[in-house]
């Protein structure tokens, strides 16, 4: 699946050349057209290309669309750099840290920012949310003020190192609303804290298994599972303890 033929070898070597040359998008062109016969091979060579051009969002896209299988698969079925591709952790450093400060795990961390932007720090959603943690700038105000930031302006929201200080500090503030289970504080993080709360308070549960299975929005319910998942699969790739 992911060794090239020797034409589409020929096609690597043509699509580093025009990636070297700075013409990105011929490049790209490239490597799908050679997707027409071997998908996963030519995904995994996008998502290289990607990653060197520092836009590991565009890898995780190209992964997901040439290779959309590859989570019903073990972690040992598929190279590792595929998973690293998959599920890369830029900016680590400041993740750590700020992750360290809240006293987070940034492996689940890495989960959220993944779901949430696929790692994009010009990501703005739907609801006008910005970056890699998806604060709104009416969040990010409040925020940087509870933080003793001065200056906030929600373009500093595009700033990798601003948008994690301010994110993972939002998180640590669910994460203590709900007695530090993460379940909840995710879906309140997805669905806001008012039905995260409601939906504790009604919902009928023996664990927190029990409780992501009855949130009434397929969409969080999802989002909760999702994130749980991926941090796990972060955790095996990179090494850390479990989260408590």
Known sequence: RFAPSSEIKARFERARMLDSAAVDDLAAAELRFGARTQPEACGLELARLAAQRSAPEQGIRYLKRYAPGYLFGTVESLPDEFWRLAFPIPYRQDLEQHSRENELDPFTIAALIRQESEWDPRAISRAKAYGLTQVLPSTGRELSRRLGLSGFRSAM??????????????????????????????????AGKSRADRWLARITYRDMAEFIEQIPFSETRNYVQVVIRNADIYRRLYGAPARN
């Open 157 to 190: 929201l595009f700033e990798p190192e601003y948008n994690l200080r301010l994110g993972t500090y939002h998180f640590k503030n669910l994460l203590k609303a709900f007695d530090n289970r993460w379940e909840p504080a995710l879906a309140a993080y997805n």
